[in-house]
């Protein structure tokens, strides 16, 4: 099995930061690709930012600037650094990652994360 645990949400006050991570563990051959969704109340989720395997990035215009994605290959993990939080950034934040299983490698599964609270608020 496959699992993504996300940490690093909170309450923070506009213009602040706070930085999300997302581990993948369990039994994996390898992780095509990773990102970071955010769904706020009475809105469809969208992508934040997403990484794939190469290094190459992108990112949702509203956040183009203020956010960085990264990820550490050694330890399956991907980041989201935020900076200049607005209140329109509160939202839960989901990691998904495209991850090739051990013993299934002709194959792809999309896994979520549960999902972690960030709000913008004075």
């Known amino acids: 099995q496959v699992q993504l645990v996300e940490s690093g949400g909170g309450l923070v006050q506009p213009g602040g930061s706070l930085r999300l991570s997302c581990a993948a563990s369990?039994?994996?051959?390898?992780?095509?690709?990773m990102g970071w969704y955010r769904q706020a109340p009475g809105k469809e989720r969208e992508l934040v930012a997403g990484?794939?395997?190469?290094?190459?990035?992108n990112y949702a215009d509203s956040v183009k600037g203020r956010f960085t994605i990264s990820r550490d290959n050694a330890k399956n993990t991907v980041y989201l650094q935020m900076n200049s939080l607005k209140p329109e950034d509160t939202a839960v934040y989901y990691c998904?990652?495209?991850?090739?299983?051990?013993?299934?490698?002709?194959?792809?599964?999309?896994?979520w994360g549960q999902g972690t609270q960030v709000t913008v608020s004075s």
């Open positions: 369990g039994s994996i051959f390898r992780i095509n690709a």
């Open positions: 998904k990652a495209e991850i090739v299983r051990s013993g299934m490698e002709y194959t792809a599964f999309q896994y």
């Open positions: 990484t794939i395997s190469g290094g190459s990035t």
